[in-house]
């Protein structure tokens, strides 16, 4: 009987081992993966004629769609773009780069070790 008390206890105390070490890989994966998306946000950041954006799919198809030459930017100022297609590549230049290594990211994240250390050292 205490031989099976303390078999019991070790097994308990493994499991819940596992259970924490599990918790703080969740927690650390969902850091770094907060820490990939604030990166995303700033390198989809353009500054142009005095205003800054945020490169997206919405001020793309807008720009492509609306016939104006006036856009608010993230600081809700209204800035008059003189060359359309300029800005237009300058946001979609953004994006795409931006995308492609967030995705790059990403991937190396959710194929790293499924350790709290293996994601710290993506």
């Keep these: 009987l205490l031989y099976n008390k303390c078999y ?3 097994h308990m105390d493994q ?3 596992k259970a924490l070490e599990h918790a703080d890989y969740v927690t650390s994966f969902k850091n770094q993966k907060r820490v990939l ?5 700033k390198d989809c950041t353009i500054y142009y004629s005095g205003g800054q954006f945020t490169a997206s799919r919405e001020i793309i198809a807008t720009l492509k769609s609306i016939d104006s030459s006036i856009f608010v930017d993230n600081n809700n100022t209204p800035i008059k ?9 300058a946001l979609v230049d953004a994006f ?3 995308t492609q290594s967030y995705y790059d ?3 190396k994240l959710i ?7 293996g ?3 993506v």
Excluded: M
Excluded at 37 to 41: D, N, P, V
């Design 81 to 89: 773009i003189k060359t359309r297609g300029e800005f237009y590549d």
């Design 105 to 107: 990211s990403y991937q």
């Design 37 to 41: 998306r604030e990166k995303y946000l």
């Design 119 to 121: 994601i710290l050292n």
């Design 111 to 117: 194929q790293s070790e499924r350790t709290v250390q």
């Design 8 to 10: 019991i206890g070790e």
């Design 96 to 98: 795409s780069h931006a």
């Design 15 to 17: 499991r819940l081992q």
